[in-house]
């Protein structure tokens, strides 16, 4: 019954606060006391994930140090094109009764030009989830959200933080995914590790392959070439 109340307590949360305030999205939860996250820093290590012959997907994250990454094998992706698409590391937290929490990171293939902020909100929509929180980069290709989704007949509620980047014709996602039940107790380690969460190095491809458009020698601009002049 305790835990019951616990995974849903945040979720009726959310639900008031998004009635009380329908105006906009609610800030990105920081921790407020530095002290909290030095101590996370005492206790999690540097992590480097890389692929030699993908080089552009390779990422760096601070994770706890009692967390254990999955063997790659046992991963869903494939490639296309010499490009990895799907799961690039999956890492699985500490179990606290039934709940645990995993970080993931996935790269996904875009097939058209499309800015950071519209691929998420396609993302949300085509996958039911409520989004709570997000801040976008300024130059449009990168992203910070928090959004909620539900799953199984008991409608299990995850809080899930996630750090979005787009690198040539694929976005790199790193999400945090975590029972709505271990709010109170991870949501600092979830801002930690979401921000420690950077790509090694970016893919400076286009996402379209790019026509150029010449009018009198006085107009020139570049343009997707499954666009239509």
Known sequence: MVQALARYGFILMLFISSFAHAEGLKPLHQPQDMSVLESYAKRSEAVSVTFEEDATLSFT????????????????????????????????????GDMRSTFQVRSIELPREISAKNWLMTYLISSGYTLYSLEEGVDKRSFEAMYIRFEGDQRQGFVIRAKGLISGPRLILGEYIMPTGLWEAERDQQAFVIGSFEVSAEDQDWIEEKEFFTYLEALEFEYPDTWAL
């Open 61 to 96: 994250v601070d994770m706890p140090n009692n967390w254990v990454q999955r063997p790659f094998i046992s991963l869903k992706n494939f490639s296309r094109r010499n490009r990895l698409h799907g799961d690039l590391a999956i890492f699985d937290g500490v179990a606290s």
